[in-house]
């Protein structure tokens, strides 16, 4: 019986063209706050914003940039809002993967007619920098994309918001865009938002992991990669798998209530740079021990990078046919044990750190023993 492990499946039939990842939007319980922890630790500015002082009765939004990233930080002023709602259930989370396209309109009706359901109807806003076409549909879980058509928009985000400046001194740390987007779905649910991103966007699957490829001793899980045709959009698709513990999957979705992202990668050109910013400025990053560098130089052959500045900094390195790759992923970011975040750096190599993977998951078994949740 033929299993499908990395091969590469299919040829791009874009339902329409994506040029890149718009904007992340987080619902979280205090987005000032957030906002803050984003510029100081990870370096983002603040651009722009919208609140009560903008005329908004219900909701503040943060819009923070870096490279080619940008996320909004949005919360409730009051609890009868969906955002304080989704906020009670999930904790900060990823409400909107956004999506920068052409023809919002068309993108979005293009997907309803393919099987998607409408989470916002198409609404183009104006302000005096010009004008924004959005349009959502639903994914996995609570979460939307949102399709953003920009008519050459020369503002710093959208109608709406009002341009605003980081009231801090911000050092960037070099992160240049989101490389993929990782969602957790439900025992038994990766093939069908596998086939949704399949048969609503003309997604292509590019690999495929079963729980072979990623488990150790006590946890496993499955997972299959879709992406659009220029390759701009990536998105993991895990779900959980039969193993002696509780896989890192289960724990997610038993503390955000559901499917949701997991984590976001941004890609850097220097990771040792970027890495060791983070790292002063207070962010936690899952650890690897020694050992694992022990056998680096085997597996991975040669590298521009010092294996001492990689083991001191703790980052991991893989290869594949094409080149190789550094990764580290943080802790998640909030206290319950949700979304974290991905660095990576790509020297030729496309694929995913499938070498880390054992040691990547014995360390996040670690973290759930200490919360008691293995
Ligand atoms: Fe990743």
């Known amino acids: 019986m033929a299993t499908l492990t990395e091969t590469k499946i299919g040829v791009a039939q874009d339902a329409f063209p994506i040029k890149g990842t718009d904007h992340i939007e987080f619902y979280v319980g205090n987005a000032k706050q957030a906002a803050h922890y984003y510029q100081s630790a990870f370096g983002f500015e603040l651009v722009a914003y919208a609140g009560p002082e903008t005329g908004l009765r219900d909701r503040a939004s943060y819009v923070l940039q870096q490279g080619k990233i940008r996320l909004v930080l949005t919360s409730a002023l009051g609890p009868e809002s969906d955002i304080a709602q989704h906020v009670h259930l999930h904790g900060d989370g990823v409400k909107v993967l956004a999506l920068w396209v052409d023809d919002a309109k068309y993108a979005y009706y293009t997907a309803l007619e393919r099987g998607a359901k409408s989470a916002a109807l198409p609404q183009t806003l104006e302000d005096e920098y010009g004008m924004v076409t959005t349009a959502s549909i639903h994914t996995y879980g609570d979460t939307w994309h949102t399709f953003v058509e920009r008519h050459n928009y020369r503002?710093?985000?959208?109608?709406?918001?009002?341009?605003?400046?980081?009231?801090?001194?911000?050092?960037?740390?070099?992160?240049?865009?989101?490389?993929?987007?990782?969602?957790?779905?439900?025992?038994?649910?990766?093939?069908?938002?596998?086939?949704f991103y399949q048969e609503v966007m003309g997604f292509?699957?590019?690999?495929?992991?079963?729980?072979?490829?990623?488990?150790?001793?006590?946890?496993?899980?499955?997972?299959?990669?879709?992406?659009?045709?220029?390759?701009?959009?990536?998105?993991?698709?895990?779900?959980?798998?039969?193993?002696?513990?509780?896989?890192?999957i289960e724990e997610y979705l038993d503390f955000y209530r559901g499917a949701g992202v997991?984590?976001?990668?941004?890609?850097?050109?220097?990771?040792?740079?970027?890495?060791?910013?983070?790292?002063?400025?207070?962010?936690?990053?899952?650890?690897?021990?020694?050992?694992?560098?022990?056998?680096?130089?085997?597996?991975?052959?040669?590298?521009?990078?010092?294996?001492?500045?990689?083991?001191r900094l703790n980052i991991l390195v893989d290869r594949d046919e094409e080149g190789y790759l550094l990764q580290i992923f943080t802790k998640p970011v909030q206290d319950r044990p949700t979304v974290f975040y991905e660095i990576i750096q790509r020297q030729g190599a496309r694929s995913f750190g499938k070498g880390n993977f054992k040691a990547l998951f014995e360390s996040i078994e670690r973290e759930q023993a200490l919360r008691g949740t293995l």
Not at 170 to 193: A, R, S, T
């Open 155 to 195: 503002g710093p985000f959208m109608p709406g918001y009002r341009p605003r400046r980081s009231e801090m001194e911000v050092q960037p740390i070099g992160l240049k865009y989101v490389d993929h987007c990782v969602g957790n779905v439900e025992l038994g649910m990766m093939n069908h938002w596998v086939q």
């Open 204 to 248: 292509n699957l590019l690999v495929t992991f079963d729980d072979k490829d990623i488990s150790t001793e006590y946890t496993a899980l499955m997972s299959k990669v879709v992406s659009n045709g220029n390759g701009y959009i990536k998105f993991p698709i895990n779900e959980p798998a039969q193993g002696k513990k509780k896989s890192q």
């Open 262 to 311: 997991q984590h976001i990668a941004v890609a850097t050109d220097n990771i040792l740079y970027t890495v060791s910013e983070l790292r002063r400025r207070g962010v936690e990053f899952l650890y690897v021990p020694d050992t694992y560098y022990d056998t680096v130089p085997e597996r991975v052959g040669h590298i521009k990078e010092n294996l001492e500045d990689l083991r």
